[in-house]
T-cell receptor
Framework: NAGVTQTPKFQVLKTGQSMTLQCAQD?????MSWYRQDPGMGLRLIHYSVGAGITDQGEVPNGYNVSRSTTEDFPLRLLSAAPSQTSVYFC?????????????FGQGTRLTVV | DAKTTQPNSMESNEEEPVHLPCNHS???????IHWYRQLPSQGPEYVIH???SNVNNRMASLAIAEDRKSSTLILHRATLRDAAVYYCILYRGSTLGRLYFGRGTQLTVWP
């Protein structure tokens, strides 16, 4: 099982550039989420999706867009990169259950904006 | 969302049991208690979750207080590989897969 796959693993952007972080899962999970983690901090939710075609904002959505056209893929777009978006980004997926189930996380994308 | 409180750091010796506490005094009746851990330079990893009864799996045990205002993650024999940040998270039906992480507890395991 591949689980949750994130690409790329590392990326350096210049201020103002745009890019898309890819996330794919092969477990047929309904829920998918994007988080960012700054040094010494816990993860913060950027956007999430409860199924194909349905997305919503999390705690820190500004500067990011998402879409979910298929169950498997949940890309995160940085519209105009800023140094404040330097962070490690994690994608996660899980089944939809009332008490929650095990969420699977990708290995992360380390993004530096210069 | 209901909040949890954990110590910033704890230490243990290898092969000793570790008890990681979590306070969640504002927990509601439908909140599940989830634990994740994050090894260095990796994504978080699910450990265990429960509602009211104590839970065991191959990684750890979860002891939940009778009033559910606190819980304890128990690692029965710590190994060097257990050195990680441990997060205690409350999850309810309306959470829709979202996880709200605090700063967690940094566990150091000494050989």
């Amino acid at each position: 099982n591949a689980g949750v796959t994130q690409t790329p693993k590392f990326q350096v952007l210049k201020t103002g550039q745009s890019m898309t972080l890819q996330c794919a899962q092969d477990m047929n999970h309904e829920y998918m989420s994007w988080y960012r983690q700054d040094p010494g901090m816990g993860l913060r939710l950027i956007h999430y999706s409860v199924g194909a075609g349905i997305t919503d904002q999390g705690e820190v959505p500004n500067g990011y867009n998402v879409s979910r056209s298929t169950t498997e893929d949940f890309p995160l777009r940085l519209l105009s990169a800023a140094p404040s978006q330097t962070s490690v980004y994690f994608c996660a997926s899980s089944y939809a259950r009332s008490g929650g189930t095990e969420a699977f996380f990708g290995q992360g994308t380390r993004l530096t904006v210069v | 969302d209901a909040k949890t409180t954990q110590p910033n750091s704890m230490e243990s010796n290898e092969e000793e049991p570790v008890h990681l506490p979590c306070n969640h005094s504002t927990i509601s009746g439908t909140d599940y208690i989830h634990w994740y851990r994050q090894l260095p330079s990796q994504g978080p990893e699910y450990v265990i979750h429960g509602l009211t009864s104590n839970v065991n799996n191959r990684m750890a045990s979860l002891a939940i207080a009778e009033d559910r205002k606190s819980s304890t993650l128990i690692l029965h024999r710590a190994t060097l590989r257990d050195a990680a940040v441990y997060y205690c998270i409350l999850y309810r039906g309306s959470t829709l897969g979202r996880l709200y992480f605090g700063r967690g507890t940094q566990l150091t395991v000494w050989p």
